[in-house]
């Protein structure tokens, strides 16, 4: 190891000696303080569905304008995909039905449970109660609207059997969507909304407590409901509609999918070591080669169990 020239910084001089230093070289205190490496995820391995709200029989809610959610629904869905695969994540996998609200229903969720996967995440867009719609025209049509609610918010079902994940996930997704300034609506918390009122079990990324969603309590992987934004609010259904806030909420989705692979992947890898550390490693017995008439050394209770 070639020493610094004189005068620089002992943590300069500390840094490129322990840089030239082999891991394993390093004293055991000196390992334990390295900064661990961020898990990866290996994108090509893990399987991402995509489930479009609604169908073009059963259309959902309609925006302030007279557009209809699944359009909306279908279009971020595409641009999340598209995102998703552009950065590796090659199994991603778009469900669409036809047909109307419970046969769709029934038939999307018993398609994406024949399909091995690691996630579900379905995408919708937001209305409000009846009460709160007000009337308007729109192109010279007569639609409704309510300005009083804007935001997207995020939700989860503790009847899925996966509950604990898909908690996991949505909170990593309403975190990076908080991280690009996006705001989640917080009108599902008020008793203004009677049957409407959910659980907020995650006040800093929006996320709601909602068990009976059909999609998310018979979904068998992780699963989350992310309504993308109020489209009866007439000012937020243009900035909806424009590809600028579609490839901020794909990119959003793609990073916080990217964390929830990175994570589960690393506990799968860490479940899997310990499982190995703990069979243990069958050689010769303690009485093998041992002089004649010798006192047989006391069998490992390991051994014992194994017999």
């Known amino acids: 190891m070639r020493w610094p020239r004189p005068g620089l910084p002992l943590a300069i001089v500390l840094a490129t000696a322990f840089a030239a230093m082999p891991l394993a070289q390093l004293p055991a205190s000196d390992r334990d303080t390295l900064p661990k490496p961020k898990p990866r995820c290996e994108r090509a391995a893990f399987r991402v569905l995509l489930d479009v709200g609604h169908s073009a029989e059963d259309p959902g809610a309609r925006s302030a304008r007279g557009v209809t959610e699944y359009e909306f629904n279908l279009r971020l869905t595409r641009e999340i995909e598209r995102s998703l695969k552009d950065a590796g ?28 996967a690691d996630l579900l995440v379905s995408i919708h867009h937001d209305s409000v109660p009846e009460r709160f719609l007000e009337p308007w025209f729109s192109g010279g049509n007569p639609t409704r609207f309510s300005d009083r609610f804007r935001g997207h918010s995020i939700f989860v079902s503790f009847e899925n059997s996966r509950a604990k994940d898909s908690l996991q996930f949505a909170s990593l997704l309403g975190a990076e969507l908080k991280a690009r300034d996006l705001s989640y609506t917080p009108h599902y918390t008020e008793r203004f909304m009677g049957g409407r009122q959910r659980e ?10 909602f068990d009976k969603i059909f999609v998310l309590r018979t979904a068998q992987m992780p699963a989350v409901l992310f309504e993308a934004g109020m489209i009866v609010n007439r000012d937020e259904e ?8 579609q490839n901020t909420m794909a990119l959003a989705a793609t990073d916080a999918i990217d ?5 589960r992947q690393a506990t799968i890898r860490a479940a899997t070591e310990r499982r190995h550390r703990k069979i243990p490693r069958l050689g010769r017995t303690h009485t093998e080669n041992a002089p ?16």
């Open 292 to 307: 004649t008439g010798a006192r047989p050394a006391e069998e490992p209770a390991t051994a014992r169990l194994l017999r």
């Open 89 to 116: 994540f090659t199994q991603t996998v778009v469900l669409v039905s036809e047909g109307v609200a419970i046969p769709s229903l029934i038939s999307r969720m018993r398609r994406a449970n024949a399909v091995p």
């Open 200 to 209: 907020l079990l995650d006040k800093q990324a929006g996320v709601y407590r």
């Open 259 to 263: 964390s929830f692979c990175a994570q």
């Open 238 to 245: 243009l900035v909806l509609t424009t590809q600028e806030r």
